[in-house]
Structure formats: structure tokens, C-alpha cells
T-cell receptor, first 108, second 115 residues
Framework: GQQVMQIPQYQHVQEGEDFTTYCNSS?????IQWYKQRPGGHPVFLIQ?????EVKKQKRLTFQFGEAKKNSSLHITATQTTDVGTYFC????????FGQGTRLTINP | GAVVSQHPSRVICKSGTSVKIECRSL??????MFWYRQFPKQSLMLMAT?????????EQGVEKDKFLINHASLTLSTLTVTSAHPEDSSFYIC???????????FGPGTRLTVL
């Protein structure tokens, strides 16, 4: 199946700083989904992007899907301690294949 | 959103025993459910696709005789780890979709520890 590479693996920021995680694929993706997993918890669906060049926002979170539908990013503006967790991108029409995840830790 | 439950949330067993994990879609029907495995600080690895009324589809490298999957109804899939060994200790998570482009709703996970 199609693989997605996610970077960085870890990111530590000061509270209030911005954060971005990226997913890249060598092939065109039909869609990209983003999930958040809090420490000790399970993945929770955040958003799905389907269209080329699509940009969606959820409060401080901005999600982008590249024009070629081969990459995507999640950007958090002014991080808060509640943003701590691992962010996964996933792709697939039926079964999801996940990226490696980016673990975000925040220094309050 | 859709709710998926998983039971038990935590299980400790002796090596050589079998453990059954249940995954239920509480407010929707799911013809397909998915089973994932997650080691500490790692990503979710898809193990198999559970299909209601038919055989599960296993990912490459996953032993179907080791991880038995049964999807007997539209709201229940079970994963049985047979003859568990310490290396089977992991976090097992199921998910189910409501159709469309494949948005998945995850269960809370089952942490298995094999002594």
C-alpha cells in the first residue's frame, strides 16, 4: 500500500510557539486524514482533506493538502499545553495507513 | 461522532494462554472494522481488516492463526491472541468507519501484557 512519511518524529516547543508536522508521499493520495493521540489514549479523528490545495482550519489548527496531493501539513498556532500528544497523518480509502507520527511536547 | 468501545481495556495473562478482545460500534453499523497494534512510542500498525460475514484480510507478516478475527455481526468484531507470548504484549486498537472516504473512529484500546 501507499506509504506516507511523517516528519519530524519529535518536536518540543515552548508554550505559545507554533508547531508544524508534515506528511509526504511519493504517490498521489486520494485523501489524507489527521488524528491526535494523547499520551495513554487512542487516536481521535481531527480532519480529512480530499481536494487538491485544500486548506481547512479548526481554531488554532490549520490543515493543508498539497496541490499535487502528495503532501500535507498540520500547523498549530500558539501552542497550548492541551496540544500535547502525537499527531498522525493517515491515508487510504478503506483501510488507513498511518505515518510514523510526530510527538509534540510543550514546555509551559 | 460515532462511538466505538473496546473490552477489556487492560489484560494481563500468562504465557501460552489465549486472550479475546472485543470491539463494538455502539451507535452505527460497521461492515468493516480494523485492528491495529501499537508498540510504545511507535505508530499504529494495521494488522487486519475484519469483514462482517466473511474472512478477515490480514496484512503482510501478520499470522492469521495467531491472531484470530471474527466479525459475526455488524456491531462486533473480536480479536483473539492465541498462545500469547511476551512479545505479543502491546496496545491493540480497533477502529470502524461509517463509510464514505474512510474516516475511522477508534476504540479506546486494549493494553495486553503477557507474563
Amino acid at each position: 500500500g501507499q506509504q506516507v512519511m511523517q516528519i519530524p518524529q519529535y518536536q518540543h516547543v515552548q508554550e505559545g510557539e507554533d508547531f508544524t508536522t508534515y506528511c509526504n508521499s511519493s504517490t498521489t493520495l486520494s485523501n489524507i486524514q489527521w488524528y491526535k493521540q494523547r499520551p495513554g489514549g487512542h487516536p481521535v479523528f481531527l480532519i480529512q482533506l480530499v481536494k487538491s490545495g485544500e486548506v481547512k482550519k479548526q481554531k488554532r489548527l490549520t490543515f493543508q493538502f498539497g496541490e499535487a496531493k502528495k503532501n500535507s501539513s498540520l500547523h498549530i498556532t500558539a501552542t497550548q499545553t492541551t496540544d500535547v500528544g502525537t499527531y498522525f497523518c493517515g491515508q487510504g480509502a478503506q483501510k488507513l495507513v498511518f505515518g510514523q507520527g510526530t510527538r509534540l511536547t510543550i514546555n509551559p | 461522532g460515532a462511538v466505538v468501545s473496546q473490552h477489556p481495556s487492560r489484560v494481563i495473562c500468562k504465557s501460552g494462554t489465549s486472550v479475546k478482545i472485543e470491539c463494538r460500534s455502539l451507535d452505527f453499523q460497521a461492515t468493516t472494522m480494523f485492528w491495529y497494534r501499537q508498540f510504545p512510542k511507535q505508530s499504529l500498525m494495521l494488522m487486519a481488516t475484519s469483514n462482517e460475514g466473511s474472512k478477515a484480510t490480514y496484512e503482510q507478516g501478520v499470522e492469521k492463526d495467531k491472531f484470530l478475527i471474527n466479525h459475526a455481526s455488524l456491531t462486533l468484531s473480536t480479536l483473539t491472541v492465541t498462545s500469547a507470548h511476551p512479545e505479543d504484549s502491546s496496545f491493540y486498537i480497533c477502529s470502524a468507519g461509517t463509510g464514505g472516504h474512510g474516516t475511522q473512529y477508534f476504540g479506546p484500546g486494549t493494553r495486553l501484557t503477557v507474563l
